[in-house]
């Protein structure tokens, strides 16, 4: 079976396999967003002479872990067809899609898995615990009455100039919170061909945006996609917005992140909520990822060994020093116990925030002295990641 990069005269076998494999056909828009992803991402195939029999996707997107601007490899469409399942295939393509990434500068990676268990076997782990939640009206959020300056436009009937404003503003607050995913102009078309119903709300204050959702309403249902705001006033009063709705809506729903009292200071806060963990990260290049990493205070040197049986790249052991410069050093060299050995799944999920580095060190059952537990605290930034793009 040979692994390659599918050229563009097999562009129609990707459409085929993904449509067998896949639940719903795509069609229309849905199928041009498709085929501009297989023209822009790394379409990696597992070829049976010249059919394309496996294939999986490494989408070129960014992402930012604590304030830092990473590239990013989104893996999607991964699929083979049913008569040439357990022969290695998907495994291979990891391999192969492993090192793409690396070759391509993408130091991390972000998936949804089909099952945890197949894609921590390859070192993904996931990082984000999502919050799904359904608000009937009788609980619908009061803020009082208030005069808000809230700009409105749609897909279908655009503002140029506010959504480009919106892009803007979605992006700059991405960096502010952790494992969010700056979008270029090309996932802003993405969304618009995946949900051409959108609608967009943004709250001014002093002529800045200082919030906005992108939302859909049908079936009585108001549902929010996206939801930033930068305080809690500018969240109040968008939530004004969606409620002024209450006459032609029934319900609410949306997403946001578990590690937030989502709706403490609501009237009523015991609406539906079901907590949902449907993304997975992987560090493919623990050198370039660390030597961006945005450090803590580091008080005395640090000493990781990375265990990787898929990046050959990443097995040794690492010196982190006061400057936060990094240099890869022998193993012999340092006391056991000082030395925190960790898998590459446990790692990813302890340095973008998920994991506390005393939970991290608990589920890979190492030993490791109190002080350097605490050391690696202190170096590490805790903010929670939150990922809510799909791919």
């Not at 002479?49 to 872990?65: A, D």
């Amino acid at each position: 079976m040979e692994i390659k990069i599918i050229p563009s005269k097999d562009y129609l076998q990707v459409h085929q396999l993904r449509d067998y494999c896949f639940p719903n056909k795509y069609t229309g828009a849905r199928r041009d967003d498709f085929h501009y992803w297989i023209e822009h991402s790394t379409t990696l195939g597992a070829y049976d002479e010249h059919k394309v029999v496996g294939q999986l996707l490494i989408l070129p997107l960014n992402m930012t872990i604590h304030g830092e601007n990473y590239k990013m490899g989104g893996i999607g469409f991964v699929a083979t067809y049913p008569e040439y399942r357990q022969q290695g295939i998907i495994k291979n393509l990891m391999t192969e899609a492993l090192k793409k990434m690396r070759e391509n500068g993408q130091s991390i990676s972000v998936l949804a898995p089909f099952s945890v268990s197949f894609y921590r076997y390859f070192g993904w782990e996931l990082f984000f615990e999502k919050l799904c939640y359904t608000i009937p009206q009788s609980m619908f959020p009061s803020f009082g009455k208030q005069l808000d300056e809230v700009r409105r436009m749609s897909f279908e009937w655009p503002d140029r100039d506010l959504f480009q404003a919106i892009k803007d503003y979605h992006n700059t607050q991405s960096i502010f919170n952790n494992g969010s995913m700056l979008r270029d102009d090309a996932w802003w078309k993405r969304i618009e061909r995946r949900m051409p119903d959108s609608h967009f709300a943004a709250y001014f204050k002093d002529d800045k945006i200082a919030g906005y959702i992108r939302y859909i309403i049908q079936d009585g249902t108001f549902e929010i996609h996206d939801f930033i705001a930068e305080e809690l006033l500018a969240e109040q009063a968008i939530w004004r917005f969606i409620t002024s709705h209450a006459a032609s809506v029934g319900s609410i729903k949306g997403v946001t992140s578990n590690n937030h009292q989502f709706g403490f200071y609501f009237k009523e806060p015991q609406f539906k909520k079901e907590v949902v963990q449907d993304v997975m990260v992987r560090i493919v290049d623990a050198l370039r990822f660390m030597e961006h990493y945005p450090w803590g205070d580091i008080l005395e040197p640090l000493y990781i060994q990375i265990e990787d049986a898929f990046c050959s790249w990443n097995e040794h052991a690492y010196k982190i020093n006061k400057s936060g410069d990094i240099s890869i050093i022998e193993t012999n060299s340092i006391p056991e116990m000082h030395m925190l050995t960790l898998p590459i799944n446990l790692f990813s999920a302890m340095m973008v925030g998920y994991l506390s580095v005393k939970d991290t060190v608990l589920y890979a059952n190492k030993q490791l002295t109190e002080d350097v537990v605490d050391r690696w605290q202190q170096a590490l930034p805790t903010n929670k990641p939150a990922f809510y793009e799909y791919f």
